[in-house]
C-alpha cells in the first residue's frame, strides 16, 4: 500500500481554495461595475478665492468616474466669468457634459451639472418644488446604456440649503413621486443638505438605498474640517445594486464639499 503524503495533500487542497477564491473574484462582469462621483464645486471657485477649473477637473481625473453629478454649477454667470462650466469640465476630463438650469442668476444660470463616459440616449429637466422666495432646485437625469448593453438612469441634484426642512421634504417627496414610474435601474446622487436620519433623509430612503455605512456615515462637509455628511450617492431598486466601495474624496482646495465616490455593481 503506497504511503499517502498529508503534507502534500493539504497544500494541494490550499492551492486550490486560493485558487477558486480568485476565481471568484473574476467572476465580476467589469462591463456591469458603474463609478458614481457627486461634487460640489461652489460655482468654480476654489477654496484659494480664485476661478481655477483645472483643480477641480484634476479631481474627478482622479477618481476616474463613470458619472459626476455636479451641483452649484453656473452656465455664463458674471462670477464664473461667463464660462460654461460644465461644458469647461466635460472639456478637461473627457467626459460628456450636460446643464440643467434651477434658475437665471447673475447674467446668467446656475443649476446641476453631469458628466458621463457614456452617451445620452435621453434627458430630462425636473424642477422641484420650493417656497416662494427661495432659491429654485431641480433634478437633472440622463439615461445611458452600460458597455453591458443594459440601460440605467442617473439622476443628479442640490437640495434646499436652508435649515429649515420644509423646502427639502417637498424635494425629497417629488424625486420619489417623479422617478418611482423609472423603466430602469436608476442612481441619485448630489448634494441633499441632509445629515443622516433626518426628515429629509427619511423620506428619500423610503424609496432609494443609500450606498454609506449607516454604522458610520463618512462626514462630506466641509472639506478642510468634515463634520457632517450632506452628500450622497443612492439607488434603486435595492436588489438591482450592490455596493463595492466608497470613498470620500477631500480636496481642501477644488471645493468646501468633499467629493463622494461610490463603486457599484449592476445586478442581473
Known amino acids: 500500500m503506497k504511503h499517502i503524503n498529508y503534507r502534500f495533500v493539504l497544500r494541494l487542497l ?35 478665492g ?10 474627478i481625473i482622479d477618481a ?47 443649476g446641476e451639472g453631469v458628466l458621463s463616459k457614456h452617451t445620452f440616449l435621453n434627458t430630462r429637466n425636473v424642477p422641484l418644488p ?9 433634478a437633472l437625469e440622463i439615461t445611458t446604456v452600460l458597455p453591458s448593453k443594459d440601460t440605467i438612469s442617473f439622476i443628479g441634484t442640490h437640495l434646499d440649503h436652508l435649515k429649515l426642512e420644509t423646502n427639502k421634504i ?25 445629515v443622516p436620519n433626518s426628515n429629509t433623509m427619511n423620506i428619500l430612503e ?22 457632517k455628511k450632506i452628500d450622497y450617492v443612492m439607488f434603486y431598486p435595492k436588489h438591482r445594486w450592490k455596493v463595492l466601495k466608497r470613498k470620500t474624496i477631500c480636496d481642501k482646495i477644488a471645493s468646501d464639499h468633499c467629493a463622494y465616490l461610490v463603486t457599484l455593481q449592476l445586478l442581473d
Not at 20 to 35: C, Y
Not at 171 to 194: C, M, R, W
Open 130 to 138: 420650493h417656497l416662494k422666495g427661495d432659491e429654485p432646485r431641480a
Open 170 to 194: 417637498m424635494q425629497a417627496k417629488e424625486i420619489n413621486k417623479v422617478f418611482s414610474s423609472n423603466k430602469y435601474p436608476t442612481i441619485l446622487a448630489g448634494d441633499l443638505n441632509a
Open 206 to 227: 423610503s424609496f432609494w438605498t443609500a450606498s454609506y455605512d449607516k454604522n458610520n456615515p463618512e462626514p462630506t462637509f466641509s472639506s478642510e474640517n468634515p463634520t
Open 64 to 110: 476616474n468616474p463613470d458619472f459626476v453629478a455636479l451641483q452649484e454649477v453656473d452656465y455664463k454667470t458674471n462670477r464664473a466669468k461667463k464660462y460654461d462650466l460644465v461644458t469647461e469640465l466635460g472639456w478637461r476630463t473627457k467626459l460628456s457634459p450636460l446643464y440643467g438650469r434651477a434658475m437665471y442668476y447673475d447674467g446668467g444660470e446656475y
Open 14 to 48: 490550499l492551492v486550490c481554495l486560493i485558487s477558486g477564491s480568485a476565481w471568484s473574484q473574476s467572476q465580476i462582469d467589469s462591463t456591469k461595475i458603474v463609478k458614481v462621483l457627486s461634487f460640489n464645486i461652489l460655482h468654480g471657485k476654489t477654496m484659494k
Open 50 to 59: 480664485d476661478f481655477n477649473l483645472d483643480v477641480i477637473a484634476k479631481v
